[in-house]
Nanobody, 127 residues
Framework: QVQLVESGGGSAQAGGSLRLSCATS????????MGWFRQAPGKEREGVAS???????THAESVKGRFTISRDNAKNTVYLQMNSLKPEDTAMYYC?????????????????????WGQGTQVTVSS
């Protein structure tokens, strides 16, 4: 059973930064795609960023230049560095894992391609 545990959420002022972490029990971590998603109240879940074990990354247009996904294969952990935060970044953020093809689905990070999910961590950005 793959377990994903997110941490690092909280509150920030607009323009500030937060760093999310997601630790996984997956022992073949570097063979899997890792992704970050977010969902605001009343909105659909949105793919934010994904990264494969070889370092290939995809970032949603809405966060390009502000958010950066990275992973530490030795620690089985994926990170999301969020800079220049905006109030519209306020959402529950979820970590997810899927097979390699989940990271190679074009510019859109598709939730349907990810099979294991964490419980989420709340990010709130105030203006």
């Amino acid at each position: 059973q793959v377990q994903l545990v997110e941490s690092g959420g909280g509150s920030a002022q607009a323009g500030g930064s937060l760093r999310l972490s997601c630790a996984t029990s997956e022992f073949t971590f570097n063979n899997y795609c890792m992704g970050w998603f977010r969902q605001a109240p009343g909105k659909e879940r949105e793919g934010v960023a994904s990264v494969f074990g070889d370092g290939w990354t995809t970032h949603a247009e809405s966060v390009k230049g502000r958010f950066t996904i990275s992973r530490d294969n030795a620690k089985n952990t994926v990170y999301l560095q969020m800079n220049s935060l905006k109030p519209e970044d306020t959402a529950m953020y979820y970590c997810a894992t899927g097979a390699k093809y989940a990271c190679y689905s074009g510019s859109t990070i598709q939730a349907v391609r990810f099979h294991y999910w964490g419980q989420g961590t709340q990010v709130t950005v105030s203006s």
